[in-house]
């Protein structure tokens, strides 16, 4: 059984450690819960996260509820949640009680100018994992390409994307059971 001050240190280090959001903390996430506890396995983690990406609010928190929820019930959810949005929440307060003093600096600016690409690839990294952990090959990439498309080119609603994904799969799966 995971101990509670495990579970409480792993989500606190990813609360802390990530920048760029819930998206960002996806790698540190599976080297924490899968490749150094084992407390999930490669399928686990990825159920959890696309059940984390389908529920309304946070990634992170609703990634930090499930697990935690997973690996010792609702104690278990407040502890990783806890753990996760404690030090965000400081870093946030904090931040929020320094901007005017720095709002105008070079090198401030600078700093978060340069830490908006290393975001974008912590961003990218676990998209391309997970892709092809889900089985997006060479052959299945025109459906989330299409989908970006509808939704940023076209300006399609996403609400309409999601849900014509679940038609045309529910059909898809029809027909190879028969």
């Given amino acids: 059984m995971v101990n509670y001050c495990e579970l409480f ?33 490669q399928q686990d983690f990825l159920d959890q996260v696309a059940l984390s990406q389908s529920m309304p609010g946070v990634l992170a928190v609703n990634m930090a509820t499930g697990v935690g929820y997973r690996l010792r019930g609702l104690r278990g959810s407040i502890v990783a949640v806890v753990a996760n949005i404690m030090m965000p929440i400081f870093f946030i307060i904090t931040l929020a009680m320094l901007y005017r003093y720095f709002k105008g600096n070079p090198y401030v600016e600078h700093f978060f100018m340069g830490v908006r690409p290393a975001a974008v690839a912590l961003i990218a ?31 399609v609603n996403p609400i309409f994307v999601i849900l014509a994904a679940v038609v045309l799969g529910v059909i898809f799966k029809l027909k190879t059971k028969k």
């Fill in 125 to 155: 990294a676990p998209v391309f994992r997970l892709a092809r952990t889900a089985g997006i090959g060479w052959r299945t990439a025109w459906i989330p390409l299409l989908s970006t498309l509808l939704i940023w080119a076209l300006g």
């Fill in 9 to 41: 240190w792993s989500f606190f280090k990813i609360g802390t450690f990530t920048l760029g959001g819930g998206y960002a903390m996806i790698p540190l996430m599976e080297r924490e819960l899968v490749d150094r506890h084992r407390w999930l396995t």
